[in-house]
C-alpha cells in the first residue's frame, strides 16, 4: 500500500508512478479512516512533499493514528517501510522526523528518498514557484530518478538517498517548529474581486476547509497549507493576505 498526501500534484504523481511500478494500491491520506486501516500490499509506502524542512503535521497525524493493529501486521509480516519526499531542492532532517514517528509505533524504516520537484510555497516573503525552465528541467529529469527509486524500493534497498541541503539540522529543528506555530492561519484566506464564484478552490480542498456561502469561497479552521486552492484558482483571485501578490501559479495534473 502506497499512502499519500498532495496539495499541487508533485507527491500525487509520484505516488501514482511507484504504484505502477511497484503494483502497491494507492491511499489518499486525507480520504482514510486511519483508526480502521489495515496492513495491505507487498510493502507499505508513504508518499508526500516536504513541508519547511519537514513532514507535514496532517501525515504526522496519520502515522500516530494508525492502529496497533496496523503496526503489529507489518512487523509480523515484515513489510517493508519507506518513504518518498518531494521537494522544490532539499530535505534537511525530514528523513529523520519520518523515521522517528514509524519507530513510536514499534516499526522501522527501510528507505527514505527525495526527488526534487517545482516548488510551490508562496507565503513568505523570497519564496515563490520556479521559473519555468527551471520547473521544465525538474520535470525533465523526475522521471529517471523515479525510475531509480522503483529498483531500490524492488531490490529492498536500506538507504536514505535524499539531498539535505546546508545548515539542515537548523532547518528542520528551527524553522519548521516556527512554521507548524506560525506558518498556518486559514482566517488570511480570501478572495479578490475577480473571483467569479466557480468553486474550483473549494473541490480543490484535500480537507474539505472550503465551502462556497453565496458564491463565495469561505475558509474553515482545517487549513493544512497545502496551498491546493491557491493554485488551482484559474483567475489567481485567491490570496494569503497580501503575501502571494504577484506570487506565481504552478499545479501539476499529470
Not at 534537511?92 to 519507530?103: G, N, T
Not at 520537484?117 to 529529469?141: A, C, I, S
Request: with cysteine; aromatic share 12%.
Amino acid at each position: 500500500m502506497i499512502y499519500y498526501f498532495s496539495g499541487t500534484g508533485n507527491s500525487r504523481y509520484v505516488a501514482r508512478e511507484l504504484s505502477g511500478m511497484t503494483g502497491e494500491d494507492l491511499g489518499f491520506i486525507p480520504d482514510i479512516d486511519a483508526v480502521g486501516e489495515t496492513a495491505e500490499g507487498m510493502s507499505v509506502g508513504f508518499v508526500f512533499p516536504v513541508y519547511s524542512w519537514g513532514v507535514p503535521p496532517l501525515v504526522l497525524d496519520f502515522i500516530s493514528r494508525l492502529p496497533d493493529s496496523f503496526w503489529n501486521d507489518v512487523r509480523r509480516l515484515q513489510l517493508p517501510v519507506w518513504c518518498v519526499m518531494t521537494c522544490g531542492d532539499e530535505v534537511a532532517l525530514a528523513p529523520e522526523m519520518f523515521e522517528k514517528s514509524v519507530r513510536e509505533r514499534g516499526a522501522e524504516v527501510e528507505s527514505v528518498w527525495s526527488v526534487i520537484m517545482p516548488n510551490d510555497y508562496v507565503l513568505l516573503p523570497g519564496f515563490d514557484v520556479d521559473p519555468k525552465d527551471v520547473e521544465r528541467k525538474k520535470l525533465h529529469d523526475a522521471p529517471a530518478r523515479l525510475r531509480e527509486i522503483g529498483v531500490g524500493i524492488a531490490q529492498h534497498r536500506k538507504v536514505v538517498d535524499v539531498v539535505r541541503g546546508s545548515f539542515p539540522a537548523l532547518k528542520t529543528r528551527m524553522i519548521y517548529p516556527l512554521f507548524k506555530r506560525w506558518g498556518i492561519f486559514p482566517d488570511k484566506w480570501r478572495v479578490s474581486s475577480g473571483c467569479v464564484g466557480c468553486g474550483i478552490c473549494a473541490k480543490s480542498c484535500p480537507q474539505k476547509n472550503i465551502i462556497m456561502d453565496e458564491g463565495r469561497p469561505r475558509w474553515g479552521k482545517k487549513c493544512c497549507s497545502c496551498l491546493a486552492c491557491y493554485h488551482r484558482c484559474p483567475r489567481h483571485c485567491v490570496e494569503y493576505g497580501t503575501k502571494t501578490k504577484r506570487k506565481g501559479q504552478y499545479f501539476f495534473c499529470k
